[in-house]
């Protein structure tokens, strides 16, 4: 098993302006998944991107992946405050479990 | 309706108690899970069961029993509660288990206070 290390831990950006979370892991993957928690809720999906992708779109969020150095960035265009949230990454395969680390805490300043 | 439930959502008790948190999923998801989530965020998990069956038990300690008497349910079972039991623990499903576009569904969670 292996588990997503997520860089920054915190982060603090004012209002539309965008936000850029990174996560690096250390085996060979088959996707790598992007949630997002909300003070005091669980975790919601929000994108998932396939080992042979290397960019991937989905609303204000873009995701990238680069196998070549077990990295993906997560960046969320135009930040607003319903942004605030925790953000974690789980890199997953077939021969492990999906597995959290600490997440990013990002804030989102009015 | 709520995709993954779980009760209760907060649970105060006493060190050395017996407590059990309950999950249902109406999914139809195949697989269920039981992570726990510490005070600095970290979300670890303890078990996965697939179909019933115990696929996943990472290293719990045996006070803690999970239960699932169909797949729609995953119940956790702690005996002798400990302080350091003190977290939110968080129920998933997903669709299957070892598939390449496998995603995880949660359920709001159950914040454990041990006293």
């Known amino acids: 098993s292996q588990q997503g290390e997520e860089d920054p831990q915190a982060l603090s950006i004012q209002e539309g302006e965008n936000a850029t979370m990174n996560c690096s892991y250390k085996?060979?993957?088959?996707?790598l998944q992007w949630y997002r928690q909300n003070s005091g809720r669980g975790l919601v999906h929000l994108i998932l991107?396939?080992?042979?992708?290397r960019e991937k779109h989905s609303g204000r969020l873009r995701v990238t992946l680069d196998t070549s150095k077990k990295s993906s960035s997560l960046l969320i265009t135009a930040s607003r405050a319903a942004d605030t949230a925790s953000y974690f990454c789980?890199?997953?395969?077939?021969?492990?479990?999906?597995?959290f680390g600490s997440g990013t805490r990002l804030s989102i300043r009015p | 309706d709520t995709a993954v439930s779980q009760t209760p959502k907060y649970l105060v008790t006493q060190m050395g108690n017996d407590k059990s948190i309950k999950c249902e999923q109406n999914?139809?998801?195949?697989?269920m899970y039981w992570y726990k989530q510490d005070s600095k965020k970290f979300l670890k998990i303890m078990f996965s069961?697939?179909?019933?069956?115990?696929?996943i038990n990472e290293t719990v300690p045996n006070r803690f029993s999970p239960k699932s008497p169909d797949k729609a349910h995953l119940n956790l079972h702690i005996n002798s509660l400990e302080l350091g039991d003190s977290a939110v623990y968080f129920c998933?499903?997903?669709?299957?288990?070892?598939?390449?576009?496998?995603?995880?569904?949660f359920g709001s969670g159950t914040q454990l206070s041990v006293l």
């Open positions: 085996t060979s993957i088959n996707n």
């Open positions: 991107i396939r080992s042979n992708e």
């Open positions: 069961y697939n179909n019933k069956e115990l696929i």
């Open positions: 789980a890199p997953y395969s077939s021969a492990s479990k999906i597995i």
């Open positions: 999914l139809g998801h195949d697989t």
């Open positions: 998933a499903s997903s669709q299957d288990t070892g598939g390449a576009y496998e995603k995880l569904f």
